[in-house]
């Protein structure tokens, strides 16, 4: 967000440049990232987060400053008329959840204008655009003090009332913005007598905006619930500078204040005779008072910050702070809070009897400190972390590793050994992806970043096809890429997290050379690479078959069992799901599910001497059934219990030519051998019959 330097000087006064200034705000969290103009036109470009809503403007930075400069800072005091006529136009609220306060002021008699070239050039350097004197009014008051407010012209209010209730079904609102929107139950309104007239914290309505032909205008301010808000917001898809604050939490105690302020501008610009203030409150929201330990600030920071400086801190920052009562009971005698205008709501709650240094009372306007640990860190931030000593901290324990975490150190370094390169993608994905490459029901997030982001990841995949999609698109067309992460399904009312690494590979295999002739990547290079992946683990029995998901392209996909369980899915990415993407060449992908694969140990190298004796070799041809795979063959040879069968490989496979539709050509080789003596040819041409037979068994024709 932009801010002028110049505007927060209007309520404090430091001997420091802009510059000097700006750094030191930086130092203390408020960073600020560059400047726009020079001299007197001079803005910061702020980075406030999130969570800091009462640094989201002018007064909300120069309390920033004062704490920094120990400075004091001027109390924003509206100067109006003393003599207000009483109002007899009637607030009411419905919803005390959705609204804790609500304050109006009505000025009649208006002149509807530009406004002053002051504020109109102040609202241009940070981007927000003048529109008319008393909107311009509202803009400015809610960059100079953070709190939204809305003009409406008050002769198109029907019924000499607001109310502010939750919609009702079927009732519809043109906004400011000219569209129509449709309002939910859910929302929260701002209504006349008749009609819905504003979003409650969101955007006001079409119908009720100040023209040229405004003479009468009711200001209002309030506090709405962060929440209500939010959820509005996300389900009309509407983000504005007030709905931008209301969902974060505003400032509780500033409505009666913001109110007025924006009533003095209009005064000043727009002329008219101001009614008193209307002011009607639904619920009391309280801030709560914290405990604080100089033992707890000594253990946490590392360093003893004298007790006037934290005073000195917190005060600044409009903390109120009382002293601890004594172990005796006796209370101690109270140190005053800043005079403060804004934010000076809420109680005191009651002292614990147990001995502690500070009581703190939070300011309204700080619904991010909820915890006392949140004070510290404001005593930290403004004392300065450039003063804290670069020591470690104390540490009694040792690192304990999770059971996995060899298993899982093994895998990445064996996948950065075949030429992988580690990646790390989002957790959310869209709706179409999750269903897509999941096979449970997605969990859906109740308050989305985005469309684009509205569930948990149910698969790795997604994201490593995209970030190969975003390599491929720039001109890298040789791509591999692993991450390692959790998945997430879920299975009736719980949500199921699974551990899963995957990866992807396209373009070239090999780089090729002189000698060598480039290969692109296939099938059979992720196969390898799974193998080398399983093979570190003490699997009794693994195979591979085609049952894999609609998003692997047919025939060039597999399955990897271990002992039973599925461990691993991978092939080439279906065409219809390379084409959704615009991806032009081959892109292939693999699952493993770690879960699973970490219930087997890990094969320890073992000894083994090279046998003495000769091993035997035989080959064998036969025609088998399309529908007869490897597996089949495999199973039916191990079934005979062979002793001295070392291995039993297919060496090729044929089809076309003279052999018939429907089969195909095999040939296998075996090879027997014995580390105990040299094999006798009855023996070997026993087995080999015994292999015969079993292959006849399965359909075959011996060639």
């Not at 999130?50 to 400053?65: F, L």
């Not at 509202?138 to 000499?160: C, I, K, M, R, W």
């Not at 009309?236 to 007025?260: N, V």
């Not at 009533?263 to 009614?275: D, P, R, S």
């Amino acid at each position: 967000m932009k801010i002028s330097p110049q505007w927060i000087r209007d309520f404090i006064s430091v001997a420091d440049d802009d510059r000097q200034m700006a750094e030191k705000l930086t130092a203390s969290g408020v960073a600020i990232e560059g400047f726009y103009n020079e001299g007197l036109d001079l803005v910061y470009e702020a980075e406030v987060t999130t969570n800091r809503v009462d640094a989201m403007n002018h007064y909300g930075i120069a309390r920033e400053v004062s704490a920094i400069y120990d400075a004091d800072l001027k109390p924003v005091a509206p100067k109006l008329p003393a003599t207000q006529k009483q109002s007899n136009f009637t607030i009411q609220i419905d919803d005390a959840q959705g609204c804790a306060q609500y304050t109006a002021r009505i000025v009649r008699d208006v002149k509807i204008a530009a406004s002053p070239a002051h504020i109109a050039h102040r609202l241009e350097l940070i981007d927000s655009r003048p529109i008319n004197n008393v909107a311009d009014a509202t803009n400015y008051v809610l960059q100079e003090l953070g709190q939204p407010t809305h003009a409406f012209d008050l002769d198109l209010l029907e019924g000499g009332k607001i109310i502010v209730r939750r919609a009702r079904e079927g009732e519809t609102l043109k906004t400011l913005d000219g569209v129509e929107r449709k309002l939910s139950p859910e929302d929260l309104i701002i209504a006349d007598a008749v009609k819905p007239m504003a979003i409650a914290g969101v955007m006001g309505g079409f119908d009720s905006m100040i023209t040229e032909r405004t003479k009468n205008i009711l200001i209002e301010s309030a506090w709405f619930d962060p929440a209500s808000i939010r959820r509005t917001s996300k389900r009309l898809g509407m983000h504005t500078d007030a709905s931008h604050r209301y969902e974060r939490g505003a400032d509780l105690g500033i409505t009666s204040i913001a109110c007025a302020r924006v009533a003095e501008i209009v005064l000043q610009t727009a002329g008219g005779q101001l009614e008193a203030e209307i002011d009607v409150v639904g619920r009391v929201v309280e801030r709560p008072t914290l405990s604080l330990s100089r033992t707890d600030i000594t253990r946490i920071l590392g360093t003893d910050i004298p007790e006037q400086e934290i005073t000195r801190i917190l005060r600044r920052l409009g903390f109120t702070i009382t002293p601890g009562r004594a172990a005796n009971g006796t209370a101690s005698t109270a140190v005053a809070g800043p005079a403060a205008t804004i934010g000076s709501g809420g109680t005191r709650a009651a002292i614990a009897e147990s001995v502690i240094d500070f009581a703190v009372q939070v300011p309204t306007w700080r619904l991010d400190v909820e915890r006392s640990i949140d004070v510290i860190e404001e005593i930290a931030r403004i004392y300065g972390y450039d003063k804290f000593a670069n020591t470690l901290p104390l540490f009694a324990g040792g690192v304990v590793d999770l059971p996995t975490a060899r298993k899982q150190a093994l895998l990445r370094s064996q996948l950065l050994a075949l030429g992988y390169s580690e990646s790390m993608s989002s957790t959310f994905i869209p709706l179409e992806d999750a269903r897509a490459f999941g096979g449970e029901q997605p969990v859906q997030l109740a308050n989305p970043l985005s469309e684009e982001a509205s569930y948990m990841r149910t698969s790795l995949i997604p994201g490593l096809v995209n970030q190969a999609a975003y390599n491929l698109n720039r001109g890298n067309t040789d791509v591999r890429l692993f991450e390692t992460g959790d998945v997430f399904e879920l299975t009736g009312d719980k949500v199921e997290e699974r551990r899963r690494i995957s990866f992807v590979g396209t373009g070239a295999a090999t780089s090729g050379g002189v000698h060598v002739k480039v290969q692109p990547y296939s099938f059979f290079h992720m196969k390898g690479d799974i193998e080398a992946l399983l093979g570190q683990f003490d699997v009794k029995q693994i195979y591979y078959d085609s049952h894999t998901p609609e998003y692997f392209h047919p025939g060039r996909s597999a399955r990897a069992i271990a002992d039973g369980a599925t461990i691993a899915r991978f092939g080439q990415l279906h065409p219809e799901a390379t084409a959704a993407r615009k991806l032009r060449q081959e892109v292939f992908v693999a699952e493993i599910m770690l879960d699973r694969l970490f219930d087997f140990e890990l094969r320890e190298p073992q000894y083994k001497p090279i046998p003495r004796f000769p091993a035997v070799g035989r080959d064998f041809s036969f025609l088998l059934p399309d529908e007869v795979q490897f597996e089949r063959i495999r199973n039916s040879v191990a079934a005979l219990r062979i002793e001295n069968l070392n291995s039993f490989v297919p060496v090729e496979i044929f089809r076309g030519g003279n052999i018939p539709a429907g089969k195909y050509s095999i040939l296998l080789r075996a090879e027997f051998q014995s580390s105990e003596r040299t094999l006798r040819d009855d023996e070997v041409a026993l087995w080999a019959q015994q292999i015969i037979k079993a292959l006849e068994a399965l359909g075959g024709t011996q060639r």
